[in-house]
């Protein structure tokens, strides 16, 4: 079984601070998406990093993959109420690309 | 915006009842899948679907479980036998193509599953 492991598992930060998010593996991904979910709601696509290496940014949020593609991090900048929600990873697995393996989640509080 | 759409948002059943969980893919969608996330856990793969069949299927995907898409619109996962495990959010997935870089699977909003 392939796991992906986030860390923090919580946060609570003040708006305006920075956070990092982490999303480790043993397992080599094809490529790695990150989403985000609401309560009550599916999980919205935010980005997918494919190159080892590769960084992405997304306004305030940076998106980087491992250069072995087996982690990845989430960078926001300036972090917003308006960021609090749950994070998560998912990777698609090498040779097999019809399904996505969830990490455990970030649940993220941004305070005013 | 094309969205993928689930019903019903609430199921509440009994034990060892039949359940049929429907989802309408995004219309030109050709790969749909079924995830589900049991209360407080991560989202698991349950199983993918293409070409009027299951492309693969988790573990957790037992004799219990079908997918079926009956009509031109509709993709379905029954559960003929609920048991209390059973009881998470499941969410219905599609894609345009088969999931890789280049392409995002949408995320219906989700069933939440509860069986008594």
């Known amino acids: 079984t392939q796991l992906l492991e986030q860390s923090p598992q919580f946060l609570s930060i003040q708006e305006g601070e920075n956070l990092t998010v982490y999303c480790n593996s043993s397992?080599?991904?094809?490529?790695l998406q990150w989403y985000r979910q609401e309560p009550g709601e599916g999980p919205v696509l935010l980005v997918t990093?494919?190159?080892?290496?590769e960084v992405k940014k997304l306004k305030r949020l940076t998106f980087q993959f491992g250069d072995a593609r087996k982690d990845s991090s989430l960078h926001i900048t300036a972090a917003q109420p308006g960021d609090t929600g749950l994070y998560l990873c998912?990777?698609?697995?090498?040779?097999?690309?019809?399904?996505?393996?969830f990490g455990t989640g970030t649940r993220l509080q941004v305070t005013l | 915006e094309p969205e993928v759409t689930q019903t019903p948002s609430h199921q509440v059943t009994q034990m060892g009842q039949e359940v049929i969980l429907r989802c309408v893919p995004i219309?030109?969608?050709?790969?749909f899948y079924w995830y589900r996330q049991i209360l407080g856990q991560k989202v698991e793969f349950l199983v993918s679907?293409?070409?009027?069949?299951?492309?693969?299927k988790s573990e957790i995907f037992d004799d219990q479980f079908s997918v079926e898409r009956p009509d031109g619109s509709n993709f379905t996962l029954k559960i003929r036998s609920t048991k209390l495990e059973d009881s998470a959010m499941y969410f219905c997935?599609?894609?345009?193509?088969?999931?890789?870089?280049?392409?995002?699977?949408?995320f219906g909003q989700g069933t939440r599953l509860t069986v008594v």
């Open positions: 997935a599609s894609s345009e193509r088969r999931q890789g870089a280049n392409t995002e699977a949408f």
């Open positions: 397992s080599v991904f094809s490529s």
């Open positions: 990093v494919v190159t080892g290496g």
């Open positions: 998912a990777g698609l697995h090498t040779g097999t690309a019809s399904k996505l393996t």
């Open positions: 219309s030109n969608h050709l790969y």
């Open positions: 679907f293409y070409n009027n069949e299951i492309s693969e």
